[in-house]
């Protein structure tokens, strides 16, 4: 029985389905960020209300605190956090190497130290893997080795031998564990996904996704992207990989976009995203707003982004978008919400949050809906 | 047509019904704090879940941020907000007091300067009416000259005294203000509270109640107290100004306190209260629980205060309190509100606010249950 299942087709464009533990979803699908078990300000009631299919969280920050084994204790993650729907980790890998305060690499993996206590830790594939089915994840990653853009060639095939090497001991110790068979029935259901990595070099993409496929995972992700280079490069990258890998398992272009990337890269065949714009740009008093004009021939989408801050709102008391349907634009007034960004109050973060994720939700609704 | 009706009576505690502009309050009655136009943390959809009655603004953080005009222009501080239910708004004299950068006290007024900006701000007794009448509360206060205990003699006479002119004053704008006919019936309808002043000196509170009474408003408050005194002197002092307050008019004992104060007030005769601990103590991470023991006679009631922080509460996966029917109680546990607070999220700080300001309802409601 697949995993995934391709709906429709339209040009590159792809319309799917991804069953999980808990649930199916259908593709391409936004995940709000959940970084350490909560979406910043937000509660699961409110995910549900706003009708968010799936979130994301981060293995790096859960494991340092409040710790995986506390969170298999309370039942996994999905109990701990009050979500009933899917919930895809990332390995850890990314974060090891963006925020670690110190970290060792060696082939057996990654040594590092806490930045909360200075606490060490030593992140192995294994262990990334092991951590993941602790807290009970639907969607798992393999550890990987993401490199910054521009990387120079030995560097970037030094990290994608590493990640293809990774992997395999992540795609081994996953099927060990479903022989466990007391685990059997939920090991098997968590799916696993490769990382293609590479840089900005076709020749090492092709590589690391010929080299991922051969170990055959439940779906592939295009990582290694948007840190550092320039859109158009990008883009260019996400179109070439994307072709690399199997029409009939899912495509997840991690920590992706601004809606005009989202909509580029479904029409370049990806399914899966995931990004902290939604949610920070919240925070910073920047709302999405107007949606419309979605072109998935060509890869555009119209939209504004309306920085509450701006003395123009000050005695604007019109919802922030007359169309939105989220309890900000339903309850209160442009010239309110800036009232609670002037004053600090978290309120306003909240609320621009709520609205922004609704927003990613609407988009990717209304690019589903072209698909149909 | 009476505003306050006086339904049940135990020993000195008293059953009642308020009416305001937007809708009749069953008294006793706490007010949740929305300084400046906001519960930290809360939208007001919330606030009508946790069924909360009424809630305080407070004019001086309006006044100065976003201003009474902007306010007016948006069709009130209810239509501003979203609350579609009672507000009382204090006077800002307190504020003026305790928070103001630079003030210079006259018989006219009070000059200060503004912590945002620096602007400078002259309050007068007109002035603190009119731009209550901007607001359009439902129940507005006098501007009030509150001093702080200890308070020698001659301080205290001279702030009696000078709240007693204010209070004139507030009660002639009010009353030329219904002479303006476009104006007539939603000034008619905002109620206009007196604040009784006198320190801990009983010929002094007497003299301040005989004043305000002869003027005649429609509530009166017990200012204040709460201010430096220790707890009997203040029950003291709240037991003989509550007898010195007609049967017929609402009394009001203005920033108190705990479960306790407010069993204690009640007992003693008091009907309306408002305070910031719960909802400060819940950005602190104190969380009142388990409620029980109301003795209106003897004035006594039992809780617990739950420190989340504590480290014993990091592997409970209890609720708060399994008693209650709040957001928190129902969809987290302790552990994981703790590890909300323990990564510096605000959501952890709004859980815990709403369920503060649930608990204080369930006393209140509980409270007048025993009266009934």
Redesign the interface.
């Given at each position: 029985m697949s995993i995934f299942k391709l709906v429709g087709k339209k040009n590159k464009a792809r319309l799917g389905k991804l069953k999980t533990l808990h649930g199916e979803i259908e593709t391409p699908f936004f995940m709000s960020i959940a970084t350490?078990?909560?979406?910043?300000?937000?509660?699961?009631?409110e995910m549900r209300e706003i009708k968010a299919p799936v979130i994301l969280s981060n293995t790096y920050h859960l494991m340092l605190?409040?710790g995986e084994k506390?969170i298999k204790?309370?039942?996994g993650l999905h109990k701990?956090?009050?979500w009933r729907g899917p919930i895809l980790t990332d390995s850890g890998g990314y974060q090891v190497f963006s925020l670690a305060k110190f970290r060792k690499i060696s082939d057996s993996g990654v040594k590092f130290k806490s930045g909360i206590d200075g606490k060490e830790y030593f992140l192995t594939p294994k262990k990334a893997i092991e951590v993941q089915q602790d807290l009970g994840s639907d969607i798992m990653m393999v550890l990987d080795e993401c490199v910054e853009n521009p990387a120079s060639y030995s560097v970037a095939v030094e990290a994608v031998e590493r990640t293809t090497r990774w992997a395999k001991v992540c795609k081994e110790v996953k099927s060990q564990k479903e022989k466990v068979k007391s685990d059997k029935l939920k090991v098997k259901k968590q799916l696993l996904f490769g990382i293609v990595q590479g840089s900005l070099y076709k020749d090492l993409r092709k590589k690391s996704a010929e080299d991922l496929i051969k170990i055959d995972f439940d779906g592939y992700a295009i990582g290694g992207l948007a840190v550092g280079e320039g859109k158009s490069e990008m883009y260019k990258m996400v179109e070439y990989a994307a072709q690399l890998l199997p029409e009939n398992k899912p495509r997840y272009l991690m920590g992706v976009g601004y809606p005009e990337d989202i909509v580029k890269a479904v029409s370049l065949g990806v399914d899966m995203f995931d990004c902290v714009i939604p949610t920070r740009n919240a925070r910073h008093g920047m709302l999405f707003t107007d949606l419309k004009n979605i072109n998935l021939k060509k890869g555009i989408v119209k939209y504004k982004a309306l920085h509450i801050a701006n003395e123009k709102y000050?005695?604007d008391?019109k919802p922030i978008d007359k169309n939105c349907d989220c309890?900000l634009c339903r309850?209160?007034?442009r010239?309110?919400l800036r009232?609670?960004f002037?004053?600090k109050?978290?309120?306003g973060?909240?609320?621009a949050t709520l609205h922004n994720l609704r927003f990613y939700i609407k988009l990717m609704n209304e690019i589903r809906a072209l698909l149909k």
């Open positions: 350490s078990g909560f979406i910043k300000g937000l509660t699961t009631d605190r409040p506390l204790k309370a039942g701990f956090m009050n000050k005695e008391f309890e309850n209160y007034s010239s309110y009232h609670l002037m004053s109050s978290f309120l973060q909240r609320l």
